[in-house]
T-cell receptor, first 115, second 111 residues
């Protein structure tokens, strides 16, 4: 069964450093998402991406964040200058063509720890 | 700001019992509703979706939707210890495809 994959599973970085989190969505999916979950809190939407551009973003997704689909398979989230409060689980999700079918499938997540 | 509300629990039920998990949402024109299960330290795993008023059954799981009351629930029949997890309700606001998640309800099934 196709699945979303994410690398790395755990990333430790120093405050102020740049990190890139990688995702490979399900191959025939067209819509891609990043969510984050701070420990003990709810899953929060960051950004959605369709047709090579951002379709929606939350107030969390400020200028320090960017997304890219550099090739036909990868979808990346970059945090330019990490802060302590960026420590969280980051989940990538993808979904198919749309209409009433809006089911998103989540990857296993990347745990980001900012020291 | 669209909201999705869940009781955080924990909800404790004995093995073999029915667990009932509830979710309310604020956007009265939302059209699709999703239940995910999340084990500690893991990612959300889809249990089922529901789009129409009424019940939808899939194995031991039944989702119930009442759009007039802005209420969606998940019943788990014959609960097993392996069902112990946090159950997340997700609702995309009308006109978007992002999910708004509730805080999740932690379910404990006691052997």
């Amino acid at each position: 069964e196709p699945e979303v994959t994410q690398t790395p599973s755990h990333q430790v970085t120093q405050m102020g450093q740049e990190v890139i989190l990688r995702c490979v969505p399900i191959s025939n999916h067209l819509y891609f998402y990043w969510y984050r979950q701070i420990l003990g809190q709810k899953v929060e939407f960051l950004v959605s991406f369709y047709n090579n551009e951002i379709s929606e973003k939350s107030e969390i997704f400020d200028d320090q964040f960017s997304v890219e689909r550099p090739d036909g398979s990868n979808f990346t989230l970059k945090i330019r200058s990490t802060k302590l409060e960026d420590s969280a689980m980051y989940f990538c999700a993808s979904r198919g063509a749309g209409g009433m079918e809006n089911t998103q499938y989540f990857g296993p997540g990347t745990r980001l720890t900012v020291l | 700001q669209k909201e999705v509300e869940q009781n955080s629990g924990p909800l404790s039920v004995p093995e073999g019992a029915i667990a009932s998990l509830n979710c309310t949402y604020s956007d009265r024109v939302s059209q699709s509703f999703f239940w995910y299960r999340q084990y500690s330290g893991k990612s959300p795993e889809l249990i089922m979706s529901i789009y129409s008023n009424g019940d939808k059954e899939d194995g031991r799981f039944t989702a119930q939707l009442n759009k007039a009351s802005q209420y969606v629930s998940l019943l788990i029949r014959d609960s097993q210890p392996s069902d112990s997890a946090t159950y997340l309700c997700a609702v995309p606001p009308r006109g978007t495809y992002k999910y708004i998640f509730g805080t999740g309800t932690r379910l404990k099934v006691l052997a």
